[in-house]
């Protein structure tokens, strides 16, 4: 990005392609880099699936929604720690060596999660993994950027983002393949260590970024890189371009190597980019993506699918749409450009949201009733709590699902139809038989975290839609726009503080989204998000700029100016770079 102007253009997905066969070593780079997405992606989606089965092995877990959301979400606490010591690993230290030292931290966390006795260590377990994918979260794009020919840097990086969905496709995939075996779960987590062994190995063949080197000043192993990287009648421009940065970045400052963090707040473009660069990355949370992802199998649930291999089959489904619209992304990106990309993602975020808050509406006040008859046909399993009133009258299926430790066992003849409310406790037997064990007995089907509905394919299409238009837009754009946004003298420490905006925003999400489809519904919940949509949709109008196509000095010069391309549907005026400048 330092270098000459490179306009993108339809052409720029061809040389992406056209790339691998003249230049396989940036390919090299970019996917060996791009593991620290699969790291990301496969963290975030194994645990929704290993979630359910944990439950089943630890009574506490079961017991306690809040001890199911610290599972979860440690690892994002973790991550927004090793997200912002990431930026201080990444400047000090370089690309790859927080790279590598990621990686033995995801792979420490992945032994301990496989091995834990109890939620104690799993959590801790949780807490190491999460400190490595914060700093390969931040990290992966960041070296890919740097390392990557500015006509397809969007495509290239686009990579990461496919790699975190393709991560989360097969972490679903690993969930399926272990729903039989002893030790579930265990397994679920701990296959997470070897994505993280693969990239260790890969890493250490490969170089520091061109970029990080010249900045300090082992200037010939820089050139000897770029020279690798960039075709031979360009490299020279790039070259004298970075040196050119670099230089002026001493003039103005005084030294290449420290950065004064006061200095950071007080450089206008530095901010600015900061606003949109941190926006994008605590949006990308807020419209609630991670809920899909973190939570998928337990959404299909409530929405009336009662089966656990059936949940994690059908959120296969929402991962595999996850992964395609990544490969959506790398098309559109340097054709379409970032801006458009994300206006277009997030109109559909917010209809698809619209669709599912209906939806689950619908679902909550049309569930089955429950009928008294029903109930004490099943004796000693009756509910407490509906023991206590006597009487069938205003209780239905999501009553019952409220009430303390109950279940509901449709109708032997129709799930739709009036059933019966019994205590969700399998450790009280009767006859040897646990509650399950008797309503699937008569050929019912039992649930516990959802009620039946006919409406329940519907909301399976909203979260089909929802993946489609995030993941090509607010799913990967957000970390594009922040590996080109900022100067590269600070380019380590911004990317470290817009990383860890978005590790905190996922932590926010991630513990509250039980506890509020509890508190004030599912229904309500998602309608939340869809009014925050709402509110990124504005913001990515007004503060986003556009950076397809741009060097690093037009990108700075617009954000010093503000001519941010508000009509972002109007291709920008092509910016030809006289010879003399470069």
């Known amino acids: 990005m330092e270098g000459g102007i490179h306009p993108t253009d339809a052409s720029a997905f061809r040389d992406c392609f056209s790339l691998a066969w003249r230049n396989p070593y940036v390919l090299r780079l970019a996917f060996s880099a791009g593991i620290g997405g699969l790291l ?45 010591l990431g930026g201080w690993l990444n400047d000090r230290f370089g690309r790859r ?15 301990l999660m496989a091995a834990a006795p109890n939620p104690s260590i799993l959590i801790m377990g949780r807490i190491f993994v999460g400190f490595g994918v914060g700093m390969a ?49 265990r397994w679920m987590l701990g296959v997470a260590g070897v994505p993280a062994l693969v990239q260790f190995v890969l890493m250490l063949a490969l170089p520091e970024s061109p970029r990080w080197l010249y900045r300090k000043r082992r200037e010939e192993e820089a050139i000897a890189i770029l020279r690798k990287i960039y075709p031979a009648e360009d490299v020279e421009a790039e070259i004298e371009a970075l040196k050119d940065s670099i230089e002026k970045e001493v003039e103005e400052t005084g030294s290449s190597q420290k950065i004064d963090m006061i200095q ?34 337990t959404i299909v649930q409530l929405a009336g699918i009662a089966s656990n291999q059936t949940a994690l089959l059908l959120s296969l489904v929402t991962a595999g749409l996850n992964a395609l619209g990544s490969i959506v992304s790398i098309y559109f990106i340097d054709r379409t450009g970032r801006k458009k990309l994300l206006v277009l993602s997030l109109i559909g975020v917010i209809l698809s949201l619209g669709l599912l808050s209906a939806v689950f509406q619908q679902t909550t006040t049309h569930s089955p009733p429950v009928s008294l008859s029903e109930t004490t046909h099943f004796g000693n399993f009756t509910c407490p709590a509906f023991e206590h009133t006597g009487s069938s009258a205003n209780w239905d299926c999501m009553r019952c699902l409220k009430g303390s430790h109950c279940g509901f066992c449709a109708s ?26 008797t309503c699937h007995g008569e050929g019912r089907l039992w649930y516990t975290r959802g009620c039946p509905s006919k409406l329940g394919w519907l909301a ?22 922040n590996s080109e946004i900022y100067p590269l003298r600070f380019r380590g420490v911004c990317g470290g503080i ?3 905006a978005n590790w905190i925003s996922n932590l926010i999400v991630a513990q509250s989204f039980l506890s509020l489809t509890e508190a004030i519904g599912t229904s309500w919940t998602f309608l939340g998000f869809g009014v925050i949509s709402v509110v990124a949709l504005v913001f990515v109008l007004v503060f986003v700029p556009e950076t397809k196509g741009l060097p690093i000095e037009d990108v700075e010069k617009m ?16 910016i030809v770079k006289k010879q003399s400048e470069v």
């Not at 399976?460 to 799913?475: E, R």
């Open 498 to 500: 817009a990383a860890t």
């Open 264 to 297: 950071l707040m007080k450089t206008k473009t530095v901010r600015r980019g900061l606003i949109a660069g941190v926006g994008l990355q605590v949006f990308q949370q807020f419209v609630g993506i991670n809920t899909v992802m973190y939570y998928s199998p």
């Open 40 to 84: 990301f992606g496969y963290d975030t989606g194994v645990i929704s699936g290993a979630l359910l089965y944990i439950r089943d092995d630890f009574e506490s877990v079961d017991k306690k929604t809040v001890l199911q959301e610290s599972i979860v979400s440690m690892a994002v606490a973790g991550a927004i720690i090793g997200a912002a």
């Open 460 to 481: 399976l299409v909203g979260l089909a839609l929802y993946i489609i238009f995030f993941s090509p837009g607010m799913g990967t754009v957000p970390w594009i726009v």
């Open 97 to 111: 060596f927080a790279l590598l030292f990621a990686d033995f931290l995801f792979f420490i966390g992945a032994v």
């Open 412 to 437: 032997s003849v129709n799930k739709l139809l009036p059933g019966a409310c019994l205590i969700s406790d399998d450790s009280l037997k009767i006859s040897g038989k646990t509650v399950t064990d």
């Open 559 to 574: 954000l010093e100016e503000r001519a941010f391309h508000l009509k972002f549907w109007e291709k920008r005026p092509k």
């Open 137 to 185: 979260s931040m990290t992966a794009p960041l070296y890919i950027s740097e390392a990557s020919p500015a006509k397809v840097r969007g495509a290239l990086v686009s990579t990461n983002g496919f790699l975190i969905t393709g991560g989360q496709f097969l972490s679903y995939l690993i969930n399926l393949a272990f729903t039989k075996v002893p030790g579930t779960w």
